[in-house]
């Protein structure tokens, strides 16, 4: 969602929200549907108008067709939210998951090879710790992250920086549909599925300059009994989530024409470098 935008809400003639069939519900009601069309221009627009009963496949469709996420979503803003004014404390802490934490952000920068005007896109910018390394070198920094409050933490140290309030799994949002010389990301895709993580990087990679790279720097292992090590070794801080496999990933990669080099940072980080995209025609 992009700060300020407005939002679409379909109401039924109960005052509950409903489920459109097509995009084209949505501005077409069929007779007696009962449909009708609320915009909120409010940034705090939350999920919880979906409530009810409403909690099948067809929700979930009509949720990504108006850019919002389901009521089941795993991962809502509101526990980043939550999280905002205690996570540098978090990252700080030398244990799972952030062991290696800040030799990831130096990796990543070091890997862009960054230079005075580059253009750099920071997926999930949380508090700016990634986009701040890049700011300080005289690069042109836009930053994205579906949290306001962890986008407010970041403004503090990057002031200068460009700020877009958005979700990676929605639409991405025309002010952002331009070309980058460099687009990172630090501790982000681990929230996403393997299926998912390829579809943001495929739409992604028509952003990318000429010559540009992407840089992904996560929670990583080379494969699943490497994983199964460190979950051994961690015991209860171990939480799951959709941890990057690097066999996997990499054979999967390739496959969807984003061909990529992974190095492993610490025992549960790693980096993938992708150049040579199919879809790398911005310019």
């Known amino acids: 969602m992009v700060h300020g935008f407005a939002k679409v809400g379909v109401w039924g003639v109960s005052g ?16 007696g549907a009962g449909v009708g069309i609320r915009v909120y221009k409010s940034a705090d627009f939350t999920n919880t108008l979906w409530g009810g009963t409403c909690g099948d496949s067809r929700q979930e469709k009509c949720c990504k067709m108006i ?9 809502p803003a509101s526990e980043f939210d939550d999280w905002a004014g205690t996570y540098d404390a978090s990252v700080s802490i030398d244990q ?24 750099v896109l920071d997926l999930g910018t949380g508090t700016g710790n990634l986009a701040a390394r890049f700011a300080v070198l005289g690069c042109d920094v836009w930053c994205t992250d579906f949290s306001v409050p962890m986008l407010a933490q970041a403004r503090q140290k990057i002031p200068d920086a460009h700020f877009v309030q958005h979700d990676l799994r929605r639409h ?24 998912e993580k390829i579809r943001i990087l495929r739409d992604l990679a028509s952003n990318l300059a000429s010559g540009g790279r992407m840089i ?11 994983q199964e090590r460190v979950k051994t070794e961690v015991g209860a801080e171990w939480e799951q989530e959709h941890y990057w496999l690097a066999d996997e990933s990499l054979a999967a990669l390739y496959k969807a024409g984003l061909p ?7 025992s549960c980080a790693g980096m993938f470098v992708l150049t040579h995209l199919l879809g790398n025609k911005a310019g």
């Not at 025309?174 to 599925?193: G, K, M, N, Q, T």
């Open 260 to 266: 990529a080099s992974y190095t492993q940072v610490s």
């Open 67 to 75: 850019g919002m996420n389901p009521p089941n979503d795993p991962f």
């Open 216 to 226: 992904i720097g996560d929670i990583a292992f080379p494969n699943l009994a490497s």
């Open 96 to 119: 799972f998951p952030f062991f290696g934490y800040q030799d990831i952000l130096a990796r990543i920068v070091a890997l862009a090879e960054p230079i005075r005007g580059m253009s």
């Open 172 to 195: 991405w949002p025309e002010e952002l549909r331009r070309p980058f010389d460099r687009i990172v990301s630090a501790y982000v895709f681990h929230h996403f599925e393997l299926d």
């Open 16 to 31: 509950r929200l409903c489920r459109p069939e097509t995009p084209q519900d949505l501005l077409s009601p069929r007779p």
